[in-house]
């Protein structure tokens, strides 16, 4: 029996010696081919991977369970607005050949225009955030819960900028979703898309970030505004048309972005979608909450990838030493960059020791502060790496926080209704007055004090606060043509008509 066991021990020691010498010259082997082992070839540190990292292995559902019930169902109604001019139309043979001969007809009468999208409730109590292009031009929003209750919401304020916007719903205790951090949000990381495709409501699917920081991701869209920030999530996760102002989630049910668009052909999903990051949706949210309107600080410069460079200007780009960041190709006036010693040609890389490898995540990261804030700016300039310190501004050149824009601030000018008998003596059913002007639009275009205005863009005006909804609205579209078209009269009963250009 002794024998049997120190026979059994020298076979298992022999073995485990055997195996030793074994791996030891395949190691050894692996080392002098040197072409055998990828790790060290290319100078990897070794991993493992973690068993519960596999896809078939990753629950969706707590995460969708959560997120559905702050997901709501955004209606948006614009009132049809009727042209002042006539609605009874002559047929062509009455023109012609005499009443009687032919008729008339009636203009139809123009139908309201209704959008659907969805929100994100944020508070308790009430606040959403959604797409600006979701609720742009509304006159009544409604918003319907996952439980089917319905409210009537207030817009707070929008950005079209980055087409956000802030409503709010009188509503208490109210199923919220928690901001997620999309800075650290990683390419391959697994989202949900939360919204209502198609007035599909509380609909979920699933998908990867396919990138980060994309921008200029509709390039032939038609007029953009220079301060428009794309850095968009790109993910492949479904979203089509009613999905805009729901949530992009990752797996632990916390919001990481706003889906905004989809790049189609078609109009539906193709296989790529955007979402505006949850760092700038709570900076926008907040301001909107705060001031009313954003609080945008800039750096006064013009910038271009260096990827374009090298394709427009390739004899500037082959003599940088970095291929990546924001080219600096001139200043604006006033500009904080200029004064604060960054030049043009210099390279910038990183903002506060966030590195940026784009014009767009340059634009992310200025987009994250206020006038007033000063930041950190890495910059390349030749050979030489610098790191600049810049008092942010906003677009007026100062550090003054901004108010919401409304109608007397912006136009510089003061307003009243007509009284009854006013209105009787002019022969008019409608109609305001200029009270006073101060610098403004309406000095630059020459209105001045006593004009009474009619119509604004064909749109009959009976008191202040229709005027302020009608350029409120106005100032609230995503579009570059923002003019006020004004009909009216002064006191002697001389008529003007005057064009009034909103553009900043």
């Known amino acids: 029996m002794k024998n049997v066991w120190k026979l059994f021990v020298v076979i298992t020691l022999a073995g485990i010696v055997s195996a030793g010498i074994a791996v030891g010259t395949y190691s050894y082997l692996n080392k002098k081919n040197g072409n055998n082992n990828v790790t060290e070839v290319f100078n990897q540190p070794v991993r493992f991977a973690a068993i519960g990292s596999a896809a078939e292995n990753t629950d969706f559902t707590q995460a969708a369970e959560n997120s559905v019930h ?20 002559v047929d062509p043979f009455e023109f012609f050949f005499g009443p009687g001969n032919g008729g008339s007809f009636q203009r139809p009468e123009p139908q309201p225009r209704t959008g659907f999208g ?56 109210l199923s919220v979703m928690p901001f997620g951090d999309s800075e650290k949000l990683k390419v391959g990381e697994w989202v949900l898309a939360v919204g209502n495709p198609f007035n599909l409501t509380s609909t979920v699917t699933a998908g990867i970030v396919s990138a980060k920081g994309r921008g200029n991701v509709f390039p032939n869209a038609g007029s953009r505004s220079q301060m428009k920030v794309e850095s968009f999530i790109q993910t492949d996760a479904a979203v089509n048309p009613g999905n805009s102002g729901g949530a992009l989630v990752n797996t632990k049910g916390e919001l ?9 052909e078609t109009g539906n999903f193709a296989g790529y979608s955007f979402a505006v990051p949850i760092s700038i949706v709570s900076k926008v949210a907040t301001d909107l909450k705060q001031y009313g309107t954003v609080q945008r600080a800039i750096l006064g410069v013009t910038i271009q990838d260096i990827g374009v460079l090298q394709q427009v200007k390739p004899e500037v780009a082959e003599k940088l030493k970095v291929t990546e960041g924001a080219y600096v190709t001139g200043f604006s006036e006033r500009s904080s960059a200029k004064g604060a010693g960054i030049e043009e040609g210099d390279v910038i890389t990183a903002i506060n020791d966030v590195k940026v490898k784009n014009v767009s995540q340059l634009q992310e990261q200025i987009s994250l502060y206020s006038p007033g804030n000063k930041v950190k700016v890495s910059v390349q300039r030749g050979s030489d790496k610098k790191i600049i310190t810049v008092d942010l501004k906003n677009r007026q050149g100062n550090t003054d926080l901004l108010k919401s824009s409304s109608a007397a601030e912006l136009l510089g000018a003061a307003f009243v209704p007509l009284e009854e008998a006013k209105l009787k003596q002019y022969g008019i059913s409608s109609g305001i007055q200029v009270s006073g002007v101060t610098a403004g639009k309406f000095k630059e275009v020459g209105i001045t004090k006593g004009y009474i205005i009619m119509l604004v863009n064909e ?10 909804s009608i350029v409120d609205k106005i100032l609230r579209t995503s579009s570059d043509d923002k003019v006020l078209f004004i009909k009216g009269f002064y006191p002697n009963g001389k008529a003007k008509y005057y064009a009034v250009d909103l553009n900043e």
């Open 459 to 468: 749109q009959k005006i009976a008191s202040p606060e229709e005027f302020d």
């Open 118 to 173: 969805s929100g994100v409730i944020i508070s308790t109590d009430g606040y959403i955030v959604t797409n600006n292009h979701v609720v742009e031009g509304a006159d009544e929003i409604s918003v319907s819960l996952n439980d089917n209750k319905s409210y009537t919401a207030k817009l707070i304020g929008a950005d079209p900028e980055t087409d956000i916007a802030l409503i709010k719903i009188e509503a208490k205790d």
């Open 70 to 89: 702050a997901v709501v169902h955004i209606k948006s109604t614009a009132k049809a607005v009727s042209s002042s001019r006539s609605q009874r139309y």
């Open 256 to 264: 990481v972005g706003i889906n905004t668009a989809i790049y189609s």
